[in-house]
């Protein structure tokens, strides 16, 4: 007898434990919303792509700003014609010599700046990019989150509908209710079957979202039950005080810092240019007065630029520059503009449905859930009608889904207000 409770009780321990691993295990593997952010983050393309840009940038920034290479230059000066020699004429000679280029003012330091100033815009792309690729994200698992939620409370409801036809049933046999009860009851249970098939779709439309960022293996996952504890966002003052570091306004900056520097180059070519040679030139055989050798020579030139004519090329080139950095400028108050306005509407969005969030946990959703519960008693007791019941449980229904997606639309807002204040994390 001893021996037999003991194996019963190590069977049941085993049984335990073996529950208790699942469920485990079933909740290592939901894909919480913070872990499908660092997925996406982690094997997104865009950011490598703008990450290699700006490093390509940075390296070309130091090739601007160096000379130009020097050039070698051979030939022969003064070969007469009539004997192609060498040795007979005294100006004869075989010259060597280097050439080089240097360009106007400041012209190497401002284009390797403006280069850099690209590389600089590259890289905060990739902060701006980062902050919507976390946004995006976080939208389309929240909105998982509520299908998915939504799917059991419509297959919480066909429980409760087969109960109430098992009820409706027992009316009917008892001869205290209709057959048109049991018809209705039937009706609903089917409406709910359509509803959890339209429900299904949206979820694998979502999957399908998901997996663009993180792999369909990881968009299969379950999802965490529970959401994302995020902090009240700050005073709509304050947010908008902070607005001018936002990633998209900083890629604005250093578009305008580029601009400017085309405007500084286009300045510099009002000045010349210099090129430097010299020349190295061996002549052969003697003097023709004297005998001696003919010694070697050496010579140096330098060319100047005369930019005199700038009417047509510098004056048009710097008011093409000046006209671009007007309308980079304008670009940034066009972003700002916007920035303000989404972050007006997100702020008070939050603060409305968080007011309604409140209502409906605290007042909304417990009182249905009383009524539903009341109405079914009743109904079981012969006291109310089947029309009564199916009111109740239908009310009961919507304003789950209705409190759930207050509660899904206010995270929303709040991580449209982590992106509109650059916050990724």
């Given at each position: 007898m001893l021996g037999r409770k003991v194996a019963k009780f190590t069977f049941i321990l085993s049984v335990l434990c073996i529950t208790i691993f699942h469920a485990s295990f079933a909740a290592s593997t939901a894909l919480s919303i913070s872990e499908a952010e660092k997925i996406a983050i982690a094997i997104a393309p865009e950011l490598e792509r703008l990450d290699a840009?700006?490093?390509?940038l940075s390296q070309q920034a130091i090739a601007d700003g160096q000379l130009p290479d020097p050039k070698l230059m051979a030939g022969a000066i003064n070969v007469p014609v009539n004997s192609f020699s060498f040795t007979k004429d005294d100006m004869t000679m075989i010259e060597i010599g280097l050439q080089q280029t240097f360009p106007p003012g400041e012209t190497l330091a401002i284009k390797s700046k403006q280069t850099q100033e690209k590389a600089n815009a590259e890289k905060r792309k990739g902060l701006d990019q980062k902050a919507q690729l976390t946004r995006m994200v976080r939208e389309i698992w929240l909105n998982l989150y509520y299908w998915t939620q939504a799917a059991r409370v419509v297959s919480e409801n066909q429980g409760l509908y087969r109960q109430l036809s098992k009820a409706a049933e027992s009316q009917y046999s008892a001869g205290k209710g209709s057959q048109s009860d049991l018809l209705q009851v039937q009706v609903e249970l089917s409406r709910l079957d359509d509803q959890a098939i339209q429900i299904q779709q949206q979820i694998d439309a979502l999957r399908a979202q998901l997996s663009r960022y993180i792999g369909k293996d990881q968009a299969d996952r379950p999802l965490s039950k529970s959401l994302p504890d995020w902090s009240k966002p700050p005073s709509l003052d304050a947010m908008?005080?902070?607005?001018?570091?936002?990633?998209l306004l900083l890629v604005d900056d250093a578009n305008i810092a580029v601009a400017q520097n085309e405007v500084n180059l286009a300045g510099e070519q009002y000045k010349p240019s210099v090129m430097v040679d010299v020349g190295y030139g061996i002549r052969q055989g003697h003097m023709s007065c004297g005998g001696g050798r003919r010694s070697d020579m050496v010579g140096a030139r330098l060319t100047v630029d005369l930019p005199l004519f700038t009417t047509n090329r510098q004056d048009r080139t710097l008011d093409a520059s000046t006209h671009n950095l007007t309308a980079a400028k304008l670009d940034q108050q066009v972003h700002y503009r916007d920035l303000v306005k989404d972050l007006t509407t997100q702020h008070r969005l939050w603060h409305n449905l968080a007011q309604r969030e409140s209502l409906y946990e605290g007042k909304l959703i417990p009182e249905v859930r009383q009524n539903s519960k009341a109405a079914m008693m009743a109904y079981q007791s012969a006291t109310a009608d089947l029309l009564s019941v199916l009111?109740?449980?239908?009310?009961?229904?919507?304003?789950?889904?209705?409190?759930l997606q207050i509660k899904i639309e206010k995270l929303k807002a709040r991580a449209a207000l982590y992106y509109l204040g650059g916050v990724t994390e």
């Open positions: 840009t700006s490093e390509a908008e005080a902070s607005l001018n570091q936002h990633p009111r109740a449980f239908s009310s009961d229904k919507t304003i789950q889904l209705e409190g």
